[in-house]
């Protein structure tokens, strides 16, 4: 079958920026016929587009470092753009389409017969569109009669989802558009490095900012917690972990001073008596002994949020990220909804979705728990309604999964699967433990990478097949509002890459699948839209006529509709129209309390790069600014270990070791350190991360943990 061509691509194409939720609008121009005719070849110095902001209610015309510099990372030189398949002396050696998906489709069907369809696993991505997101689903469940998918949104936005769910009846980053934030004279912000990870997000701060009103719960001093100088707001630094003794501690103070809105509580809210039990011994001098902050701060917070004058609380996952991060993010929303924030038109409640697609990705397939339209894929109806679009007997599909974690600690066992099918993922540097993950993948018969580069995971692969890149391609994404937006072909992508909509069908013809898959985006979002009618996430009024008008299009947006920019307003998705206040506790682990000789391990994001930094390594300007992995910790610490600044430093617990260069910061607390994750080899931070997971969302402990910290050439004497 021979891929279909393109249609050309106009001179200036309106899309969004590849990297996170926050989708910014940008202007793709092409540069000259020659770079177009030979995108991705090694021998241009200059990317094929130039890239400009457009002017968007989320980024208002401005991008950040990573989007300016987006196009670099369609002529990196080391794009693959052929098939690779490993040879019998484990070289990867390129080969023909044909041959990669005949190598494919024969040790499918045979680990399939000898093993059963569970043994095929697949891993997907938030940074898909939401037509191939949705077909991967479906390619998993049909074309390999799989149970054992999910993605790396498990490791993102499961526990926040979770929590929206159980109190809301429904998970959508924000339940409002972005801009509602600019009205606010209270916002928040906890867990979360917006003027790192989102620069153009600040821009929505400026408003809480000149009132005053802008507090930012972080244990680092970070670029965000700066914006609450001058007295634009408050700094609150907890000890690592212990988010959800401040949350209680605060919702305590709420309480106790008589500062909730009680008739909200009384009509809009089910279980207060249950969270007034629950947080009756959280008083704040206690809360104080535990987190470190001052009591007479807790009570300034609650009295901030109780003032009125648009209020917001906002999570990330700073805070979400944990082994209790359910629990964290209920905490918050718990807090908002005595306060009586969701569903006013001034105030509410968020949560900032972090991968590109994040949003998108869950809700139509990907989740091992779920089908299109944020189904329930243990509901009989629900199956039903997908089983008629798909064109198969509900019986076709099959059932639940296991999360992430789970699903990797399995492979290559006896009773795990024997392949797996990667997407949009880079799980060898992303993953916790990540250790134990490259040894699962070396444990399997079959690993199939689809990818733009030679990543760390696809090095380990059997099969490399390399895909299209955003600017490349046509589809849609939805943001952290719920927004639904258009992803625009601006170039034509090299001779050697597919779509992985090409793929899917591909390989589904090579295994006799049911169903249809096509290759054109637009008709898989129509077919999408079919299957999300009537659910939670329903998409059913949206198109893509719709899209290129320039309509806002928030979900859900059923036929006939204009769609929901602001949730709750008249009433929440449980049936009986009200919120869950669910009564929640902590707990402390292990990996939160640092022994004699160990330092409290915080992870995080830096400005320059995103995710596994697979992309933004590749982009020399952002190289350049961060190449190596620096460590960070406070000047007391380091003198009480003999680190100086610019040291080689070897960080190590049980499960593993990485290296990297001290870097001394009075920003962060003494007794802390912090680790980047977007760097590979020994400068990977998840080596150090546990897999243990939170009992709801699946989500691993990726925030916080123990470690032991000394100077490379110590740890090599020792």
């Known amino acids: 079958m021979t891929p279909v061509a393109p249609t050309a691509a106009p001179a200036a194409t309106a899309s969004h920026c590849p990297y996170c939720a926050l989708q910014c609008a940008m202007t793709l121009t092409r540069t000259d016929a020659a770079a177009e005719a030979t995108v991705g070849a090694t021998a241009f110095a200059a990317p094929p587009l130039t890239v400009e902001g457009r002017e968007f209610p989320t980024n208002r015309g401005g991008l950040c470092k990573k989007g300016w510099t987006s196009a670099e990372v369609l002529i990196a030189p080391d794009r693959v753009q ?18 990669a998906l005949e190598v494919i489709a024969a040790a499918l069907i045979k680990i399939r017969a000898e093993h059963g369809a569970d043994a095929v696993a697949v891993f997907g991505g938030g940074g898909l569109t939401n037509e191939k997101a949705y077909q991967l689903g479906k390619f998993a469940r049909l074309a390999l009669g799989t149970r054992m998918i999910d993605y790396n949104g498990r490791f993102c936005m499961s526990s926040a989802a979770a929590a929206g769910n159980r109190a809301f009846g429904i998970d959508r980053g924000l339940p409002f558009p972005l801009e509602h934030l600019d009205a606010a004279s209270t916002i928040l912000l906890l867990g979360t490095n917006v003027a790192a990870t989102m620069p153009p997000f600040v821009g929505h701060l400026a408003g809480a900012q000149a009132a005053g009103g802008l507090v930012v719960v972080d244990p680092r001093r970070t670029a965000t917690a700066r914006l609450t100088d001058d007295g634009q707001g408050m700094h609150v630094q907890p000890a690592p972990g212990t988010d959800l003794p401040l949350l209680l501690g605060i919702t305590h103070a709420v309480l106790a001073e008589g500062l909730a809105d009680e008739t909200y509580i009384a009509e809009r809210t089910a279980g207060i008596e249950g969270l007034r039990r629950s947080v009756a011994g959280w008083w704040p001098e206690r809360v104080q002994s535990v987190t470190g902050v001052p009591a007479l701060t807790i009570r300034r917070v609650a009295r901030r949020l109780a003032a009125g004058g648009g209020v917001y609380i906002l999570t990330g996952r700073g805070v979400e990220q944990h082994a209790d991060g359910t629990d964290t993010a209920t905490a918050a929303i718990n807090l908002a909804l005595i306060l009586g924030l969701p569903g006013r038109d001034d105030s509410g409640y968020g949560t900032l979705t972090g991968q590109g697609n994040g949003q998108g990705g869950r809700e139509h397939g990907q989740k091992c728990d779920q089908l299109p339209g944020y189904r329930k894929i243990t509901d009989p109806a629900a199956r039903a309604h997908v089983a008629a679009v798909w064109g198969v007997e509900p019986e076709a599909i099959p059932g639940a999964g296991v999360p992430a974690v789970e699903l990797l600690a399995s492979l290559g066992t006896p009773e795990g699967p024997r392949a797996m099918l990667v997407h949009g993922s880079n799980l060898v540097i992303s993953a916790p ?37 955003w600017a490349e391609e046509e589809g849609t994404m939805t943001n952290l509002e719920g927004r639904v937006l258009r992803r625009r072909r601006a170039v034509e992508p090299p001779a050697g890459v597919r779509d992985e909509l090409w793929i899917m069908a591909e390989l589904a013809r090579r295994l006799g699948a049911p169903g249809r898959y096509s290759t054109e985006p637009e008709e898989v979002f129509d077919e999408l839209r079919l299957a999300s009618e009537g659910g939670i996430a329903d998409y059913s009024g949206i198109d893509y006529a ?25 009433r929440f998705w449980h049936e009986d129209g009200r919120a869950r206040i669910v009564a929640v506790r902590p707990s402390i682990t292990e990996e939160r309390v640092a022994g004699v000789g160990e330092l409290t391990l915080i992870t995080g994001r830096l400005l320059e790069h995103y995710q596994s930094g697979a992309q933004t390594r590749r982009v020399p300007e952002l190289a350049a600014a961060q190449p190596e992995v620096r460590i960070t910790l406070h000047p007391a610490t380091a003198q009480g270990l003999g680190i100086a600044d610019g040291d080689m430093l070897e960080l190590d617990n049980r499960r593993g070791a990485m290296r990297g260069r001290a870097s001394l910061s009075a920003d962060l607390r003494p007794g802390t350190v912090f680790v980047p994750f977007h760097f590979a080899g020994d400068g990977t931070a998840n080596l150090l991360t546990s897999d243990r997971v939170d009992p709801i969302s699946a989500m691993p402990e990726f925030k916080t943990g123990v470690v032991r910290v000394r100077r490379a050439e110590e740890a090599m004497i020792g």
């Open 546 to 570: 719709l899209l290129d008008s320039g309509a806002a299009a928030h979900w859900p947006y059923p036929k006939g509709s204009t769609g929901t920019p602001r949730l709750f307003a008249d």
């Open 433 to 469: 433990n990540a250790g134990e993950v490259r040894t699962a993948l070396g444990r399997l018969d079959l690993l199939v990478v689809s990818d733009f580069f030679l990543s760390e995971t696809a090095e380990l692969a059997d099969v490399v097949l390399p895909v299209t890149q």
């Open 82 to 99: 052929t098939p690779l398949i490993r040879d019998r002396d484990g070289v990867l050696q390129a080969s023909t389409w044909d041959e």
